[in-house]
T-cell receptor, first 110, second 114 residues
Framework: TQLLEQSPQFLSIQEGENLTVYCNSS?????LQWYRQEPGEGPVLLVT?????EVKKLKRLTFQFGDARKDSSLHITAAQPGDTGLYLC??????????FGQGTRLTINP | NAGVTQTPKFQVLKTGQSMTLQCAQD?????MSWYRQDPGMGLRLIHY???????DQGEVPNGYNVSRSTTEDFPLRLLSAAPSQTSVYFC?????????????FGEGSWLTVV
């Protein structure tokens, strides 16, 4: 079973601070996705990274796929209370399955 | 603008009872899947289907059955509910292969087995 380890599992910071969430594996993935999940709702896709070393930006969020396609990071600049939520990484070892990390619960305090 | 629709939203079962979680999508997606989400464990794949008439097992298939008689529907059956199946269940769909398509999740079904 291919595993994705996210760290930290919980993060509580003040508004305006920067943060980075990590998603690591010993396995290679053909692509890696980041999701955000609000309470009572399903995960919503934020980004998909496919190429090793790829960097994608979504407003204040920067996503990076490791060169070896085994890890990824999510960096948030100047966090806002609206960024609060559960962030999930998910890797596709092939075309038909997704493996999820356990999630990072992020709280941004005003 | 329905997307992926799951029913019921909440269900309480007694141990040994059976039930079906319904999932329907109106996007003509070939790929559908069921996940369960437990605290601290992320989402784990139960079963998936790459098209009508085709299903396969995921990471945690025991105790669950699925069928895919139409493109739109992918029900998940609990044959004899156990307390260990208390969880939040999510149905998801995508147009095709996961590494090139967006996956859309339903809003979840909260199941408690007592």
């Amino acid at each position: 079973t291919q595993l994705l380890e996210q760290s930290p599992q919980f993060l509580s910071i003040q508004e305006g601070e920067n943060l980075t969430v990590y998603c690591n594996s010993s396995s290679v993935f053909s692509s890696l996705q980041w999701y955000r999940q609000e309470p009572g709702e399903g995960p919503v896709l934020l980004v998909t990274v496919v190429t090793g070393g790829e960097v994608k930006k979504l407003k204040r969020l920067t996503f990076q796929f490791g060169d070896a396609r085994k890890d990824s990071s999510l960096h948030i600049t100047a966090a806002q209370p609206g960024d609060t939520g559960l962030y999930l990484c998910a890797g596709a070892p092939g075309a038909q399955k997704l493996v999820f990390g356990q999630g990072t619960r992020l709280t941004i305090n005003p | 603008n329905a997307g992926v629709t799951q029913t019921p939203k909440f269900q309480v079962l007694k141990t040994g009872q059976s039930m079906t979680l319904q999932c329907a999508q109106d996007m003509n997606h070939e790929y559908m899947s069921w996940y369960r989400q437990d605290p601290g464990m992320g989402l784990r794949l139960i079963h998936y289907s790459v098209g009508a008439g085709i299903t396969d097992q995921g990471e945690v298939p025991n105790g669950y059955n699925v069928s895919r008689s139409t493109t739109e529907d992918f029900p998940l059956r609990l044959l004899s509910a156990a307390p260990s199946q208390t969880s939040v269940y999510f149905c998801a769909s995508s147009l095709g292969a996961l590494n090139g398509n967006t996956i859309y999740f339903g809003e979840g079904s909260w199941l408690t087995v007592v």
